[in-house]
């Protein structure tokens, strides 16, 4: 069975820095693509982040670039996101989903993900 455990999200001031751990089980974890959305109250779930099994590609949403960063670690079956210079706007439930087959015209549809974790609030105050 496939687990995606998310944690580390909180209450945080605006410009501070929070990172979120999502820890995978039941499956290689090597072998899949990673990403983070992120889910605001009233609004549609939004791509934040994703990282492919190469390390090496990442992508992310505009408004995040620059200050948020994606890595894996597959020896440990994580997929991290630091996040830096926090926006109140940043304020949603944060969500882990792996994908097996994550390409560059895929990364950013939540329809193409495999496995979704249950999700970690952060909640940046102003």
């Known amino acids: 069975q496939v687990q995606l455990v998310e944690s580390g999200g909180g209450l945080v001031q605006a410009g501070g820095s929070l990172r979120l751990s999502c820890a995978a089980s039941?499956?290689?974890?090597?072998?899949?693509?990673m990403g983070w959305f992120r889910q605001a109250p009233g609004k549609e779930r939004e791509f934040v982040t994703a990282?492919?099994?190469?390390?090496?590609?990442?992508y992310y949403a505009d408004s995040v670039k620059g200050r948020f960063t994606i890595s894996r670690d597959n020896a440990k079956n994580t997929v991290y996101l630091q996040m830096n210079s926090l926006k109140p706007e940043d304020t949603a439930v944060y969500y882990c989903?792996?994908?097996?087959?994550?390409?560059?015209?895929?990364?950013?549809?939540?329809?193409?993900?495999?496995?979704w974790g249950q999700g970690t609030q952060v909640t940046v105050s102003s």
């Open positions: 989903a792996a994908d097996r087959w994550m390409n560059s015209g895929s990364y950013y549809y939540a329809g193409e993900y495999d496995y």
């Open positions: 039941g499956l290689i974890f090597s072998s899949y693509g």
């Open positions: 990282i492919r099994w190469i390390a090496a590609n990442t």
